[in-house]
């Protein structure tokens, strides 16, 4: 057993092994020559017995990262759900703090509508937008922020649930970056452990299903919301190994038809590109040995990521003109929160997507 990294106690154990795969935010310039050998890091999850925290088991990934541009589904979502906590009356006091994330962008423009002044120290509303997974000491990590809480303040804290891509099998999910994987069961754990109880809960659609808490100091009495979460996680049995060892099938599978229906394209003649050099993808293009025999080219509107390569593959990194310009028979998209935003911005390929739904 290792040392779980949200409550230290040595009782996580291997649920999942998903085998070595390339590190999900380097991307090599497409000039760079490829290599099978960058598919070196093992991608596995353990479980701890104690807390019930899924979480990366090791992380020997480094090096530049390239990250791409916010989507307009996540913008719209902090709107979204800025209005709901105001309505609700959490967005109390005058001064805010966010931890932000490398992959989300800031809530603090929405905050600052509402009357909050951004600080650096302890403040009234907390926010944490996908921040927290990315922190290797889980532990240390929650003791921050409840420190950066005021008495009669309150954490808001937004999260993937590994409920969700446990129901919707959205393995790829999982990577290397991504530290901890909370479900409300185990969260509530960790909070605790700092102090901390959970109020109110709201459930949003992104990303097939993203939980948002408001946790405040002390004992408090959870509403309804919180309740009806915990009982539904109970119910999956979200903290079990059965339920958390569903995903290795799940990943096998999800290869292998996504290569037979490139295969089935490429021998009807089709040709095939991608958009959104995602990071989830790369796993998914590694465990399905995919080259530019069946995807000519991953569309990305970040110019940081054009001119490079996914990882672990020989697929270049276009601009979406170039995709344009190369008119092919299918899409695939890799990150279906897109799909309105892309079918609005190119209606030419319209008929021609096929979304990845894991």
């Not at 795969?21 to 991608?43: Q, T």
């Not at 089709?270 to 959104?276: D, E, G, M």
């Amino acid at each position: 057993m290792n040392q779980c990294r949200g409550c230290g106690q040595s009782t996580a154990f291997r649920v999942l092994d998903f085998g070595d795969v390339p590190a999900p935010e380097h991307f090599p310039r497409a000039s760079d020559p490829f290599s099978d050998a960058e598919a070196c890091h093992l991608l596995a999850i353990d479980l701890c017995h104690g807390c019930g925290l899924a979480q990366l088991a090791t992380d020997d990934t480094f090096g530049e990262e390239v990250n791409g541009l916010e989507p307009q589904a996540l913008r719209d979502q902090a709107e979204s759900a800025m209005g709901q906590l105001a309505a609700a009356g959490w967005l109390r006091g005058d001064t805010v703090r966010e931890f932000d994330s490398p992959h989300s962008g800031s809530w603090l423009p929405v905050a600052k509508k509402y009357g909050l002044r951004p600080i650096n120290g302890p403040a009234d509303v907390v926010l944490d937008c996908f921040g927290i997974t990315h922190e290797p000491d889980q532990r240390a990590s929650f003791a921050r922020r409840a420190d950066a809480v005021r008495e009669g303040g309150v954490l808001l804290l937004q999260f993937q649930s590994i409920a969700t891509i446990v129901e919707l099998g959205q393995w790829n999910a999982l990577r290397h970056g991504h530290f901890a994987y909370y479900s409300l069961t185990s969260l509530s754990r960790l909070l605790a452990n700092v102090g901390m109880g959970i109020a109110s809960v709201w459930e949003f659609d992104l990303y097939g299903g993203t939980v948002l808490v408001a946790a405040v100091h002390g004992d408090v009495d959870p509403d309804e919301s919180v309740q009806r979460l915990l009982e539904k996680e109970d119910h999956m049995g979200i903290t079990t190994v059965d339920t958390l060892t569903t995903l290795q099938q799940v990943a096998d599978m999800d290869a292998q038809q996504l290569r037979d229906w490139l295969e089935r394209e490429a021998g009807a003649g089709r040709t095939v590109y991608a958009y959104a050099a995602a990071s989830k993808a790369v796993s998914l293009f590694s465990r399905a040995a995919i080259t530019t025999r069946l995807i000519k080219g991953v569309a990305d509107a970040s110019p940081a990521k054009q001119g490079r390569r996914m990882p672990g593959t020989d697929i270049p990194i276009i601009s979406p003109n170039a995709l344009l310009e190369a008119n092919p028979d299918r899409v695939l998209l890799t990150l279906t929160d897109l799909m309105p935003e892309v079918g609005m911005r190119y209606p030419e390929l319209a008929g021609r997507w096929k979304a990845h739904f894991r």
